[in-house]
């Protein structure tokens, strides 16, 4: 075994010896020896180096960064209308308000009361488009923009105003008949009268008449009938002293008219208190659009001769037809009525009237006074729009809108409530959609708008130039429905400070007077277009999807997830403190408020993505807020609004609301401001419907 162990070992010996010996040699040969251990300390001198320079390297980057973030950060905005906008913030706000737990206070709650940003650019507006009027100039004769001059001219001539006194109102009332009080009157026939005053004078006593669109065909015309809008304002959920109040002091405003027409004080009593007395009466006929929509009947179509049976006191068809000249009508003519149960009670209190001879009594001369403010204004697109629409400002708005509008298309292909088929539609309907900003593109033409008003006559008072004007928008307004392809009339003037999606004309607008400081501006940071005027655009292009909001409005979609969601919506504004009402008033208001909700995520979903692309934000002067915290601060300014004030419709929030509802379903505003979990403001909980 031994021989054996040593015959399989003995081989293996020879093969090891020459690498000992190797091994040894490189050991022991100091020839060999000193390359190797200058090669040795080389790599530890290349190692040392290239350590140090990493360390230099990042110290140097640390520097830089650190130097780069100092003094090439977002930089203060320098220019006037920054320090403009610091100052207002400043003044506008309440700073020793905690953000997280009242961002409306925060923003909007200054010393003395809380700013209406809305109506302080309103009244802003106001005083530029009095400054264009009263500026010199020279224009075309005949053209729009004269005709506006003359006309503000002729009204702002109190001298000559007050020189002719009551004659040009008593001359138009001997042109409907005369009035009794005067003792000067002709006892016309009452739908004589009633088509006068509605064609010739655009007055509507008993109810409102204008053309609209058709409800199931929206390019189609259709004379809707309306409740009327009364000269005294009248609610029915006034309180009874104040009712009282108004009612006094409407009723001596008649007194005072009555007589500067030349009537006997004790007459002009007695016609005065009838007057109120009917007011009074038909009001109480008025049924609230929401009782309606509860019964199902906002509205019913009717034809001409149909509602002749329900209401027979008026002349419908001569009426209507003088009226809305030159369309053609005939007793099978559809008629959209909003109220018919108001209009039956109206025509037998109207008969009861005549047969007792009370209604001619009636005291109309109101109706001529109130005309001038919403007449004159019709020539005034031509210089407030132009700013905006001929300048660098309307490229500035649309790239605005643009990044908005992609944010949106973008959002709607992450809703996980809504179908790929449901999707495509709606990224359809983006596509489609139109914007108009600024003013109507037509007023920027000199020979469209030279048509629009060339018959309008001025003179020989400035009544008579009041109730020209009348007649010349009727009369535009039924020419327009009455083209083959009708375009888009707008429903508000360039300088009025809101906006608005039109469902018949899939149009979205965005007069000159939103585009304004505090809200808009080419030279703010990005961040307070985005804030102020984005979330608006975001707004309303959601209000192209309301109907899949609604019940039964998208039976394609995941309606349990959508449901979901708008019920945590619904119950997270429900339990913010109410100002002055309940914070949910039907479905309208729902929607308006996923609107606010959708549109702040839209427009700082747009802000992100225009930071990525573009550098070079600026902050604002004065204000320890980062470009972030700008967004919102300029978020919550559009929607500074007082505890009470809420829009005719009452179709929005209070101003509150509107704040921190959205708000606490953004996270990055708690990460912003560094509220604490469980703040007002962030929520454990976030409602996802956009």
Not at 507 to 520: E, I, S, T, W, Y
Request: aromatic share 10%; proline share 8%; glycine share 6%.
């Amino acid at each position: 075994m031994e021989a054996e162990d040593k015959s399989e070992e003995e081989p293996r010996g020879p093969s090891r010896a020459p690498r000992m010996r190797t091994f040894q040699s490189q050991e022991n040969s100091p020839e060999e020896r000193l390359p190797t251990e200058r090669s040795g300390l080389w790599a530890m001198a290349r190692r040392a180096l290239m350590t140090v320079l990493l360390l230099s390297m990042l110290l140097a980057a640390s520097v830089f960064l650190l130097y780069t973030f100092q003094t090439c950060g977002p930089s203060p905005c320098e220019t006037p209308e920054c320090w403009e906008l610091s100052a207002l913030y400043l003044a506008s706000g309440n700073s020793k308000v905690a953000p997280c737990t009242d961002f409306f206070s925060f923003a909007c709650g200054k010393a003395n009361g809380t700013v209406d940003s809305v109506q302080v650019l309103a009244e802003e507006n106001k005083r530029r488009l009095r400054g264009i009027l009263e500026a010199q100039g020279s224009w075309h004769p005949g053209s729009g923009e004269e005709k506006a001059f003359q006309f503000y001219n002729s009204c702002m001539d109190t001298h000559a105003i007050e020189a002719a006194g009551a004659g040009p109102l008593r001359q138009v009332i001997e042109e409907v008949g005369g009035w009794p009080v005067s003792g000067n009157w002709t006892s016309l026939d009452f739908n004589r009268t009633l088509t006068l005053l509605m064609s010739q004078y655009g007055h509507f006593p008993f109810f409102e008449a204008y053309l609209g669109p058709h409800p199931f065909s929206p390019h189609t015309p259709v004379i809707q009938i309306d409740q009327p809008e009364f000269d005294v304002p009248l609610k029915q959920d006034q309180e009874q002293k104040v009712s009282a109040q108004i009612f006094r002091e409407y009723l001596a405003y008649l007194n005072q008219l009555g007589i500067l027409l030349g009537g006997a004080p004790e007459k002009v009593q007695q016609h005065a208190s009838l007057s109120i007395s009917i007011t009074s009466r038909l009001s109480r006929f008025l049924r609230p659009l929401e009782l309606r929509q509860v019964q199902g009947k906002p509205f019913q179509m009717v034809t001409v001769d149909q509602l002749q049976e329900k209401a027979p006191a008026i002349d419908w068809l001569s009426c209507l037809q003088a009226t809305f000249t030159p369309m053609p009508l005939s007793p099978s003519q559809p008629l959209m009525v909003h109220d018919l149960e108001y209009l039956e009670d109206m025509s037998q209190l109207v008969e009861e009237l005549v047969l007792t001879h009370s209604l001619p009594r009636l005291d109309g001369c109101s109706a001529w006074r109130r005309q001038a403010p919403s007449s004159s204004p019709h020539w005034r697109p031509h210089m407030f729009g132009r700013p905006l629409t001929r300048g660098p400002e309307v490229l500035y708005a649309m790239e605005l809108f643009t990044a908005v509008r992609d944010a949106l298309v973008t959002r709607l292909r992450r809703l996980p409530w809504m179908n790929k088929e449901t999707r495509e539609e709606a990224e359809d309907k983006v596509a489609q959609l139109r914007v108009e900003m600024g003013a109507p593109e037509w007023v920027l033409k000199p020979e469209l708008a030279r048509q629009e008003y060339s018959d309008i006559q001025l003179g020989p008072s400035f009544l008579h130039s009041v109730l020209s004007c009348v007649r010349s928008l009727q009369a535009r307004i039924v020419r327009s429905f009455l083209q083959p392809l009708p375009r888009h009339r707008w429903k508000m003037s360039p300088w009025a400070v809101n906006a608005y999606y039109s469902i018949p004309d899939h149009v979205v607008v965005f007069p000159a007077g939103l585009l304004q400081p505090p809200f808009f501006h080419p030279g703010y940071p990005r961040a307070v277009n985005f804030g102020a005027a984005g979330s608006i655009m975001a707004h309303e292009l959601l209000h192209i999807f309301y109907k899949l909001l609604l019940p039964g409005g998208c039976p394609a979609c995941d309606t349990d997830a959508l449901q979901r969601e708008l019920l945590c919506l619904e119950h997270q504004y429900a339990a913010f403190p109410s100002h002055g009402r309940s914070s949910f008033n039907g479905s309208r208001t729902l929607l308006e408020n996923a609107a606010d909700v959708g549109g702040l995520a839209i427009a700082l979903q747009a802000y992100n993505q225009r930071l990525l692309m573009h550098y070079g934000e600026t902050t604002l002067p004065g204000l320890d807020l980062s470009p972030q915290q700008i967004f919102f601060r300029s978020y919550a300014q559009a929607t500074c609004r007082g505890h009470s004030s809420q829009d005719s419709q009452r179709t929005h929030g209070p101003g509150p609301l509107r704040v921190h509802g959205p708000l606490s379903n953004t996270p990055a505003f708690a990460r912003y401001f560094r509220c604490p979990h469980g703040a007002l403001l962030n929520p454990s909980s976030r409602c996802h419907l956009w």
